[in-house]
């Protein structure tokens, strides 16, 4: 059976982020405080669901990076969270563009970022995520290889 390599779950720019998120959600709602970019482009349902967003993204993303049991689970869960923080970083990256437009350049272009690096960590779990099964298929398909048989 051919050696699979999976992607470190390791990945201190993420796991930098998936810290920051709920710590970030939290005190917006605590101190009821919202960036005017914010307060200007999302509706107030809209807002609520982006604080607490980035509060359960962050749970989760560091949830499934610690997970101690099936790596595919472990992943799973992983993927759901970069997912949704790519969403959310992507909706705070459109909002600080259509209000502060080409003043917001740095600041969009540092989010939009973290945004694009979520979708490139849910590709990569995705590609690990088929590598797992592929190999399960194998394993399950030639029992010699797995070490049964005789």
């Known amino acids: ?18 810290v920051t998120a709920p710590v970030c959600g939290l005190l917006l709602i605590v101190l009821d405080v919202r960036p005017q970019s914010v307060e200007l482009a999302m509706p107030a349902p809209i807002q609520v669901g982006w604080e607490s967003g980035l509060i359960l993204v962050g749970i989760t993303g560091l949830l499934g990076v610690l997970w101690p049991g099936r790596l595919s689970t472990a992943l799973g869960i992983e993927l759901a969270a970069v997912l949704v923080l790519a ?49 399960s298929q194998l394993t399950r398909a030639d029992p010699l290889a797995a070490g049964g048989g005789r």
């Open 87 to 135: 969403t959310l970083t992507g909706m705070y990256a459109v909002a600080l563009t259509v209000v502060s437009g080409r003043q917001a350049v740095a600041a969009a272009s540092f989010i939009a970022a973290v945004a694009a690096g979520s979708g490139w960590r849910s590709l990569e779990i995705l590609l690990d995520l088929r590598r797992m099964v592929r190999a």
């Open 1 to 18: 059976m051919p050696h699979i390599r999976i992607r470190s779950r390791h990945q201190p720019f993420e796991i930098a982020v998936l």
